[in-house]
Structures are given as C-alpha cells and as structure tokens.
C-alpha cells in the first residue's frame, strides 16, 4: 500500500541519475541533483546515414553551448528498424515564457534539418514509420512537474506547426 513517502530507493536513484548524468560527449551536465529538468525524446527515421545522423547531433551540441542549452545525454540508433532516439534533457521553462525555449528551439532545429535532407521514399526499414520525425515526447523529471512538460511539448507543436 502507498502511504503517501517515497520509498528511499526512489528517492536514491533520482539523487544518483542528476548527480552523475552525463552527456554523449562525458561530460557532466551542470543541473542541480532534483532540479526542474524536462527530458525530451526525438525519434528521427533514419539509423543508418551517419554524414545526417552526425550533422543532427552537431545540431543539438550548437543548442548546448551556454548554462541553459539542452544537452544530448542519449544516442539510441537502431539499423534494422532505420530509427534513432536522440534524447535531450534541459532545465524546465518557466510556465509564463512565451518565447521558445533552448530545448524546443533545438528540437525544432533538429526536425527541420531531418525534414529537409531525408526522403522517405528510399527509406527501407523493419520498422512501420509514420515520417521522418515520428515521434516526440517531453517528460518531467527532478522537480519538475507534468504540467511544465506539457507547456513546452505544446509549445514544440505549435512551432513545428507553423
């Protein structure tokens, strides 16, 4: 039965995940342990062309330069399925921010470049897809809450959408 406290083990593996995470590169990430921090998965359709897979990640180290720049903290790229994840983990706005923030500005960046040099039509994968970035989704993390992630995925699709 939940009584309300979070089990210590929780409470261990958050300290542990923003005291020791670290970006593709190895380097640290400058957040406090429990910060508001929002993670950020980007599902790009395309596993297997490094010269794109490399000008992507480029993308996102120009976007983490500065204090408050998101950083590239996972690579996944599946061949078979001609998928990568590239997951991005940044402070989170603040709600009453109507500017784009540096994580949606990265993505936004990121998905425009996918959009303009891949061609599904040659795409050939194990994988059903939907379009060149299929998916992405935004998380709370530390302290931050859903309602933060949720501002900043709308905030993505309303810049992705116009």
Do not use: W
């Amino acid at each position: 039965e939940f009584s309300g406290v979070v089990p210590p083990i929780v409470f261990i593996a958050r300290f542990l995940l923003f005291s020791l995470i670290q970006d593709c590169e190895g380097t640290y990430m400058a957040f406090r342990p429990l910060s508001r921090m929002l993670a950020c998965n980007v599902f790009v359709s395309e596993g297997r062309n490094q010269r794109i897979l490399s000008d992507l990640k480029e993308i996102i180290q120009r976007h983490s330069r500065g204090p408050a720049g998101p950083r590239l903290v996972f690579q996944f790229t599946d061949k078979p399925y001609n998928r990568t994840n590239f997951l991005l983990a940044a402070e989170a706005e603040r709600e009453t921010d109507s500017r784009a923030s540096p994580l949606s500005s990265a993505v936004f960046d990121v998905v425009s470049h996918a959009l303009q040099h891949l061609d599904l039509s040659r795409h050939e994968a194990s994988h059903p897809r939907i379009g060149v970035v299929d998916h992405i989704s935004v998380h709370p993390l530390g302290d931050a809450s859903l309602v933060e992630a949720m501002a900043t995925a709308q905030k993505i699709g309303k810049t992705l959408g116009t």
